[in-house]
């Protein structure tokens, strides 16, 4: 039976699982259920036979503008410890799961919305998408990984730049920076999502997994031990029936039928 969510719509179809955070009229603004929702929806997408994950965010003014400062006023220190910590775990299901999620950034990424979208594989974005993290603006910091994965991502004196200032970035900036990968006009930014979701999820995915978890695990490791990983993934994929499917197909000249094994 499918899930039923409060604040996120959920869909799988064609093999590409899309999630919306749906409380446009705070824009889609990250209180604990909505973590906690979308904690439960990276589970789904892994039960499902989705090969890759959209993340996205409804209305056209948001994807999702950060952490809910209304719940956050009246947090305690205890509280915001519980906060953080699933903020953390969202993110680190995300990079967990098998399936690559990408982020289709269409408004306002700000705080949590950056950190969320960071977690993803990757982001494409629209031409109104803003990117920053302005916690200090609030007398807060970035609490879901943004002081982490940011700089991992741009690099880390880009990254204090972002964090210090609370400055926001538009989306030619953000691709310049490294931070997106794509920018396009905002009623095409689902279209390319789901196109670069359908092309990944026709590839063997037993194959994008390992490539998954290893660029992630090798990025934050010694090069040595990073190509180890890579070895020890490579040659595991030679005892799939995808593999096997995919080479002979090569060499028959036909297209591969991956199974998922
Ligand atoms: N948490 C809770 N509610 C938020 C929110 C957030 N992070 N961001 C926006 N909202 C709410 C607003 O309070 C407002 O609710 P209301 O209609 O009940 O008053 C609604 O969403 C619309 O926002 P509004 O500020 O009126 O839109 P805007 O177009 O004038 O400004 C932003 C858009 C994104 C610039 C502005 O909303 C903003 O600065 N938001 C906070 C960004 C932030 O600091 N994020 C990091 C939090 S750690």
Same mark, same amino acid.
């Given at each position: 039976m499918a ?5 996120l ?7 590409? /699982? ?15 259920? !909505?973590?906690?929702e979308?904690?439960?929806? !990276?589970?789904?997408v ?5 090969? /890759? ?10 994807? !999702? ?5 209304a719940?956050?006023s009246?947090?305690s ?15 680190w299901h995300?990079e967990q799961? /098998?399936?690559p999620?990408?982020a ?12 969320? /979208?960071l977690a +993803? ?10 990117f ?10 970035p ?20 964090v ?13 920076i490294?931070?997106i990968?794509?920018?396009?006009p ?24 390992? +490539?998954?978890? !290893? ?5 934050d490791?010694?090069?040595a031990t990073? +190509? =180890? ?15 096997? =499917? ?16």
């Amino acid at each position: 039976m499918a899930t039923t969510y409060e604040t996120l719509l959920f869909e799988v179809q064609d093999k590409t /699982a899309t999630i919306t955070v749906n409380r446009p009229d705070k824009l889609n603004a990250l209180n604990p259920t !909505v973590i906690r929702e979308l904690t439960r929806a !990276v589970y789904e997408v892994s039960n499902s036979d989705a090969g /890759a994950a959209i993340v996205t965010g409804a209305g056209d003014k948001a994807f !999702v503008a950060g952490a809910d400062i209304a719940a956050m006023s009246k947090m305690s220190t205890t509280e915001a410890k519980a906060f953080s910590d699933a903020g953390h775990r969202l993110a680190w299901h995300i990079e967990q799961s /098998a399936v690559p999620f990408i982020a289709a950034v269409n408004g306002f990424a700000l705080g949590g919305g950056t950190e969320l /979208a960071l977690a +993803c594989d990757f982001i494409y974005a629209s031409e109104k998408a803003r990117f920053g993290q302005p916690e200090v603006n609030l007398g807060l910091m970035p609490g879901f990984g943004g002081t982490q994965r940011l700089a991992r991502r741009i690099g880390i004196g880009r990254a204090r730049e972002l964090v210090y200032t609370g400055d926001l970035v538009n989306a030619d900036e953000s691709l310049r920076i490294g931070l997106i990968n794509r920018v396009v006009p905002p009623g095409e930014l689902m279209v390319a999502a789901r196109e670069v979701a359908a092309k990944i999820s026709s590839k063997a995915p037993v194959a994008i997994a390992r +490539c998954k978890r !290893v660029m992630a695990l090798g990025a934050d490791t010694d090069l040595a031990t990073a +190509c =180890e990983l890579e070895a020890s993934a490579f040659h595991g994929l030679f005892g799939t029936e995808d593999a096997r =499917e995919g080479t002979r197909a090569f060499l028959e000249k036909r297209a591969p039928k991956f199974e998922g094994r």
